[in-house]
């Protein structure tokens, strides 16, 4: 199915102001312009959080920063605001720092929860940045949604951010008191390659897995061998070959290969054990490849996963919920994926 008008005018703007060959002269030159243009804007996290609460996290003890999204249904049902400095959306400057073992009484209801992990080349992003996801989640779904803020490269690079998913999940699970069985781990581009990594991490340290995991365009391969990499150098709305190369610089410190596996999942050699997963990744994206490699190495290892493969979108559309109609379709796709595969929670979507 072609795409929308709306997605079109988003595809032909990122080719005319977004896209280019070179992203900096440097680690710090691709930083830099990547946090000028990735993530909504303010007024658009505003519009699309309006009706949640949002609460900052900032755990020091257990290293853990980040931010609760959470709809009223889920809010009451918990009871989770007590103490906490609970805000409504972003109308005030929240400082409330949240308590070890608010979520506990959500956790024993059997509420699902959803860990996101947001995208932007590991060097840009943040919690607040992909609220337009992270919101629609949490109103599709009723459940709470934690999002971290990880540490971004060349400041911190591999494996900070891997670190900070891992210590964040293991907050979930001990702070927050969240059974493993009911969350989902999410992401988008190189928060899905931090999601992968996650689950690699998780099961090589034998600790109790989620239920499920939802990647939207990963960035799994830092080596860029998949050949979409190069078909669709033209093609792909936002990103050019060269780019894949140059976030990857930022990103890994000297000595470390890019096809080391936990910073390219897609280089694992060993994909059982895995949560199902469900993957979305547009036709044209420069990253369509490393998608389809995750989805069919966890398959041949005999686990569960689900490609959807959208035709002609720019990467990271999901971030447009509100602008263009396949954002809101393929969010309505993940939100009846998660509640699928969460025991106690209403699924809405057809089973593998």
Not at 47 to 68: F, I, Q
Not at 200 to 209: N, S
Request: charged fraction near 20%; hydrophobic fraction near 45%; charge should be positive.
């Amino acid at each position: 199915m072609n795409p929308s008008w709306q997605a079109r005018a988003i595809s032909a703007s990122l080719r005319l102001f977004v896209r280019r060959r070179r992203w900096g002269a440097d680690a710090a030159g691709v930083a830099r312009r990547a946090r000028l243009i990735f993530g909504a804007p303010w007024p658009y996290q505003w519009l699309r959080t309006r009706g949640l609460n949002v609460r900052p996290v900032d755990d020091a003890a257990a290293g853990v920063r980040g931010e609760w999204l959470e709809p009223a249904s889920a809010t009451a049902g918990a009871n989770t605001t007590a103490g906490a400095g609970a805000t409504k959306g972003m109308g005030a400057k929240a400082s409330a720092r949240v308590t070890a073992g608010a979520g506990a009484a959500a956790g024993a209801a059997g509420a699902g929860v959803i860990f996101y992990i947001h995208g932007g080349g590991f060097v840009s992003g943040s919690a607040a940045t992909q609220r337009p996801i992270t919101a629609a989640l949490a109103r599709l779904t009723a459940q709470r949604v934690f999002s971290l803020d990880y540490r971004l490269a060349p400041e911190h690079r591999y494996p900070a951010a891997l670190d900070d998913a891992v210590a964040a999940y293991e907050w979930l699970l001990a702070r927050e008191g969240v059974p493993a069985n009911s969350i989902c781990v999410a992401g988008d581009s190189a928060g899905g390659g931090l999601v992968l990594g996650c689950l690699l991490r998780l099961r090589d340290a034998r600790l109790a897995p989620p239920a499920c995991a939802v990647c939207f365009s990963p960035w799994a391969d830092l080596a860029g061998t998949g050949a979409s990499v190069r078909t669709n150098d033209g093609r792909c709305a936002m990103f050019r070959t060269e780019n894949i190369e140059e976030f990857a610089a930022a990103y890994l410190p000297t000595g470390v290969s890019p096809r080391d596996p936990y910073a390219s999942p897609a280089h694992a050699d060993n994909f059982r054990d895995l949560p199902p997963l469900l993957l979305q990744v547009g036709s044209t994206e420069l990253l369509l490849d490393d998608a389809r490699g995750i989805h069919e190495q966890i398959r041949a290892a005999g686990g569960a996963s689900r490609l959807e493969i959208y035709e002609d979108l720019p990467h990271g559309w999901q971030m447009l919920d509100g602008l263009v109609p396949e954002a809101r379709a393929a969010l309505a796709q993940a939100a009846s994926f998660i509640r699928e595969h969460q025991p106690g929670t209403r699924g809405d979507g057809s089973k593998f």
